[in-house]
């Protein structure tokens, strides 16, 4: 079946996985299969006064609303465009007195929609909301609990003048946002700053390694094709990180999503020797050894949270360094405890303005994600291109301007080239082009060059670190 807008996928079913979405014509890397604005999407809790509620830009100074006092817009166009979603909401925050969690107004928004339009399928939709999966009958004790309190919740809110809903239809939107609701993140990408329902992309299945990918891009989610894709070929995405062994990732996705996976890199095991690598050599270590070394780093791991959650980033430099040095003689390049240490100690030390010591790290980080990541895979593009950053700030030219291009080609397809974070690449791959001829052409030049520009312009700092991943594509509510 396919429905105006989107003629170039199709919904098919698939034994063991329910509805799936297949491709009606052929596609290259970096094409966009389609895109999607959300039925209804809101900012998260903590960001409703930095975050336009209508395009989830990032600004420094929003308009409030001046009836209910709790949404933020750019200004009066995006104030004008959210009126339709927000005329409801605005009048049941002002007689509520305050504004609900986000899982409530978001709830509430899908119910005002359905209340307008009626439950049937939406314009250019292949499913409608009655469709999609809420897997409440697979929720344990406390999921159920949870939705209890949600329902409790959104009935206190909702007025009594809008129309009426049964609990089980309440709860069943509760349970559609649990397990098919998407991240939104800023117009750069970087960071997760709210959540939407997007109901023809909730069809496409997962698959660790899978052929598509979903950037939120200028207000709207695009599915993006990673490799060729014939006519008739299932499109997938994957809704974690690949950064896991097999094991690890059945569990999460069992646990969030409520499936078995059964993708080719799960069944086989595909690259779980190289994330549980350990050193080759004459002198292998035992697998006594290898235990300690792991138990060592998750304790380290855990430290360095809570000393990143202080803001003590001198300290986790400290049990970064203690946690390599144990790690280097016994684990692999690739593994992905490793890895998972070389990552921290970069970000961190870059935005100490340690470079030199970060871009060793980073080198090594990086060298290790691409014999692991899918080589057009948006996370990796996005840590070469933090690691070319760091080369850059450490005046290490060449090794800076290989990666920004390096990463500019992964963007270019994860992304696309009008996504902002790819338009900034392409500024700072032209710059150190630049940059790089003038060093071929003068090594002593250049260096004195750099270091009376570093001097006349304030160093670019790099942002402090972040306790979050980067923004993952389905929003679970932990």
Not at 12 to 25: D, H, M, S, V
Not at 365 to 371: L, P, R
Not at 408 to 426: N, R
């Amino acid at each position: 079946m396919t429905r105006g807008g989107m003629e170039s996928v199709e919904v098919f079913t698939t034994e063991g996985k329910g509805r799936g979405l297949k491709a009606q014509k052929e596609f290259l890397p970096g094409d966009v299969i389609f895109a999607e604005p959300a039925y209804a999407a809101v900012v998260f809790d903590s960001l409703t006064h930095v975050i336009c509620h209508t395009c989830f830009k990032r600004q420094e100074r929003l308009h409030r609303c001046g009836q209910c006092k709790f949404a933020y817009y750019c200004d009066r166009t995006c104030q004008r465009d959210a009126w339709l979603n927000h005329k409801n909401e605005c009048s049941a925050i002002k007689k509520h007195g305050k504004a609900p969690t986000e899982n409530i107004r978001l709830a509430a928004r899908i119910l005002w929609r359905i209340e307008r339009e009626g439950g049937g399928l939406p314009e250019n939709c292949l499913v409608s909301i009655d469709d999609l999966q809420n897997h409440v009958e697979s929720f344990d004790e406390e999921e159920k609990k949870d939705l209890r309190v949600d329902v409790e919740s959104f009935l206190e809110f909702w007025p009594a003048q809008s129309q009426q809903f049964g609990m089980q239809y309440i709860s069943h939107i509760f349970g559609v946002i649990n397990c098919n609701a998407f991240t939104l993140s800023d117009q750069r990408g970087l960071q997760a700053v709210g959540v939407g329902i997007f109901p023809n992309l909730c069809q496409a299945n997962h698959d660790c390694w899978p052929n598509c990918t979903v950037i939120f891009n200028n207000g709207k989610i695009e599915l993006r094709a990673l490799s060729k894709i014939s006519p008739g070929d299932e499109l997938t995405v994957s809704y974690v990180d690949f950064l896991n062994v097999s094991e690890e990732r059945r569990k999460q996705l069992k646990k969030q999503y409520y499936f078995d996976c059964t993708c080719e890199h799960c069944k086989k095991k595909i690259k779980d020797d190289l994330m549980l690598a350990v050193k080759e050599g004459d002198k292998k270590p035992s697998a006594e050894t290898v235990k300690e070394v792991i138990q060592f780093s998750k304790d380290t791991l855990e430290k360095i949270n809570k000393a990143r959650l202080e803001g003590t980033y001198h300290e986790v430099v400290k049990l970064c360094r203690e946690c390599l040095k144990k790690q280097e003689p016994v684990l692999g390049d690739t593994n992905i405890y490793l890895l998972r240490i070389l990552s921290i100690a970069s970000e961190v030390l870059s935005y100490l303005q340690m470079f030199e010591e970060a871009a060793e790290y980073a080198k090594r980080m990086v060298d290790g994600y691409m014999k692991i990541y899918h080589p057009n895979n948006a996370q990796l593009g996005m840590a070469v291109m933090r690691a070319g950053v760091t080369h850059w700030h450490a005046g290490l030219i060449e090794a800076g301007h290989s990666m920004i291009c390096k990463a500019y080609a992964i963007l270019l397809i994860t992304h696309g080239p009008s996504h902002p974070i790819t338009k900034d690449l392409e500024v700072m791959r032209v710059q150190t082009e630049m940059e790089l001829r003038m060093f071929q052409q003068n090594e002593f030049m250049y260096y004195k060059m750099r270091e009376a520009a570093l001097k006349n312009q304030k160093i670019q700092v790099m942002p402090e670190p972040s306790n979050e991943a980067p923004p993952s594509l389905f929003h679970k509510k932990e």
